[in-house]
């Protein structure tokens, strides 16, 4: 599993996990060490994750508790702009022939992604919720 969070002005170092990731697992490799420091410098910020067993584990959400979230509707992917750099993500990756490498080459696109894409996908965040809403929740073009 790959683990990375955007901001407008930032991101985060890009986690990669080589084991099934379970809710416990999920604080104890991501959470606790990565996200716990990276948000305490951001004031205000509100996180945001999708409905994965590992983040809606009891665990998980007991460890978030004191952190404001944005709660993912069931079936809205669409509202996140970090699934469009996912995607812009595998389309980047060239065929890669070990693990080492597709490491490398992630870690590579993580690092030189465009701050100003990352600002573009954010500043759409109020349309895709209105599509989202007119959409009654279901599929949109983003």
Not at 5 to 26: F, H, P
Not at 38 to 65: E, K, M, S, W
Not at 69 to 85: C, K, Y
């Amino acid at each position: 599993m790959v683990w990375g969070a955007i901001t407008y002005a930032s991101r985060s170092t890009l986690i990669v996990v080589r084991v099934t990731v379970t809710g416990q697992r999920y604080v104890d490799h991501i959470l606790r060490p990565h996200v716990k420091t990276f948000l305490y410098g951001l004031p205000g910020a509100i996180f945001q994750q999708d409905n994965a067993r590992p983040h809606t584990a009891r665990v998980a959400q007991n460890f978030l508790r004191h952190v404001q979230t944005f709660l993912w509707p069931a079936r809205a992917p669409d509202l996140s702009p970090t699934e469009q750099v996912w995607d812009q993500l595998k389309h980047q990756m060239p065929l890669h022939y070990s693990v080492h490498d597709l490491e490398v080459a992630v870690q590579d696109f993580w690092v030189y992604l465009p701050q100003n894409y990352i600002r573009r996908l954010i500043n759409t965040m109020l349309n895709r919720v209105a599509v989202c809403i007119a959409a009654g929740g279901g599929p949109t073009s983003y």
